[in-house]
Nanobody, 124 residues
Framework: VQLQASGGGLVQPGGSLRLSCIAS????????MSWFRQAPGKEREFVAS???????YYADSVKGRFTISRDNAKNTIYLQMNNLTPEDTAVYYC???????????????????WGQGTQVTVSS
């Protein structure tokens, strides 16, 4: 499985961005898939997941602001990010694994495949 993330950029506080993660080698509908992020000097942290059945899970810090979704026809997952704050500044990664289970969605070491990351900077 190869994942390619895109859509990052510089946005002002309160603004929005939509990240995309295109998968090749496997259809996204057959895997649980997630977004993580890593801010400078911090560990990679869970942001959101979408399961094979389209259930979604979010970190408390992004609930109500971020939405994860999937387009099976484009083999792509998305992360719509609204009302961004400087604390959202990070490199965002999409990840997946064939061995993922619901209880491990928030664990970085449960993932075997990662995209290259896309930088999101929230600043005025």
């Amino acid at each position: 499985v190869q994942l390619q993330a895109s859509g990052g950029g510089l946005v002002q506080p309160g603004g929005s961005l939509r990240l995309s993660c295109i998968a090749s080698g496997r259809t996204v509908s057959t895997y649980h898939m997630s977004w993580f992020r890593q801010a400078p000097g911090k560990e990679r942290e869970f942001v959101a997941s979408i399961t094979r059945s389209r259930s979604t899970y979010y970190a408390d810090s992004v609930k109500g602001r971020f939405t994860i979704s999937r387009d099976n026809a484009k083999n792509t997952i998305y992360l719509q990010m609204n009302n961004l704050t400087p604390e959202d500044t990070a490199v965002y990664y999409c990840g997946t694994s064939a061995r993922l289970i619901i209880s491990s969605l928030g664990l970085e070491n449960a993932y075997d495949y990662w995209g290259q990351g896309t930088q999101v900077t929230v600043s005025s």
